[in-house]
């Protein structure tokens, strides 16, 4: 791409909509973005324009297979993360050498494609990175590992209706709040002004965020998941308790995806070896990602910051603190879900 030329990213930001979107959000609420300038709400939850328009086409379109495995979050509750450890435990009788394994040379986004971002007319995911021949096949292996922030409403029909599992990672809101805001400043740099903490603060207590407001998208997952029918199908994990405890939380998670580490697996340290290559450490430092871009212009270290648990603590003011949890009790904690 020319140099003189806004990539998707400064179009995404600035809101350079082509006619056919402009057709579509036309009649739908709108509130200023984060990392966009604008957001729209459809079925109850804030997109941007472009990824609303994939959310319409994947509706009418999308065919799940029954052994896909769906990665889901809100924005900034450690989708990389989720995305590196769900990848090495699936592939890991493929790609056993963890010295030359793909994650030392992809970005976790190029090997487990975003649904609504990696998607050709067919309905297939394929690499938009320059990835090595050997990585190229990544795309079409089976299962599929697809991740997703849409809503548990929004997704197609096809998703709910197959045998696919879903993996849905929550995390305590005030650090979603946090990262997502220093995401959002990081992407805004250069194109638009910074967004204050204060009125990220605000849109965030209102629900106005991507795939927000985030406890009915949390809320949409924990409820389906309760359901006896889907108690197979629907996985929860906190981000909290991988930091807790990570080791036992990835053999539940290879349990629940049907990749259950065998007894020598076990002896011979592989478990402890994957949760290795895709520590925060160890996948922040890599080169590949503290260089180059994503397809749509976002650099690749902005999706790694600090990674820790309770950094809200650094910025919220005690009125901040004491209006979020407010929320999170009315919203979440009688459901079951507490942080």
């Not at 995305?83 to 040379?105: D, E, M």
């Not at 910074?194 to 809320?219: I, Q, R, T, Y």
């Not at 450490?281 to 910051?305: A, H, I, Q, W, Y």
Request: contains cysteine.
């Amino acid at each position: 791409m020319a140099e003189d030329q806004p990539s998707l990213l400064h179009k995404f930001v600035q809101d350079e909509l082509p006619q056919e979107l402009r057709d579509l959000v036309s009649t739908m609420p709108m509130e200023n973005g984060w990392t966009e300038k604008h957001l729209y709400q459809y079925q109850g939850f804030w997109y941007n324009p472009f990824l609303l328009q994939a959310l319409v086409t994947l509706q009418k379109h999308f065919h799940a297979n029954d052994n896909d495995i769906f990665l889901v979050s809100i924005p900034k509750s450690g989708t990389t993360w989720l995305k590196a450890l769900a990848f090495s435990l699936v592939n890991r009788s493929k790609y056993p050498n963890y010295q030359n394994h793909p994650l030392i040379n992809n970005s976790p986004h190029a090997l487990v494609p975003f649904f609504e971002l990696d998607l050709n007319s067919n309905n297939e995911f394929l690499p938009n990175l320059n990835l090595s021949s050997s990585s190229s096949s990544l795309f079409s292996s089976s299962p599929r590992i697809i991740s997703t922030h849409f809503s548990y409403v929004s997704l197609p029909n096809s998703v709910k209706e197959s045998s696919c599992k879903i993996v849905y990672l929550c995390r305590d809101p005030k650090d979603i709040l946090i990262s997502h805001w220093h995401f959002a400043n990081k992407v805004r740099k250069g194109i638009i002004d910074n967004l204050s903490l204060e009125e990220a603060f605000e849109m965030f207590c209102k629900g106005v965020s991507a795939s927000g407001p985030f406890w009915d998208h949390m809320l949409g997952y924990w409820n389906q998941g309760m359901k006896s029918l889907n108690k197979k199908k629907i996985m929860f994990i906190k981000y909290e308790e991988i930091k807790m405890n990570p080791l036992l939380v990835l053999k539940e998670l290879a349990e629940f995806l049907g990749f259950p580490f065998s007894r020598e697996e076990e002896a011979l340290g592989v478990v402890e070896d994957i949760l290795k290559l895709c520590s925060f450490d160890n996948l922040s430092n890599l080169e590949v990602n503290t260089n180059g871009k994503m397809p749509f212009g976002v650099e690749n270290n902005v999706f790694f910051r600090r990674g820790q648990v309770g950094d809200w603590k650094n910025y919220l003011t005690t009125e901040m603190v004491e209006k979020l949890n407010n929320i999170i009790a009315n919203k979440l904690t009688e459901h079951g879900i507490q942080f």
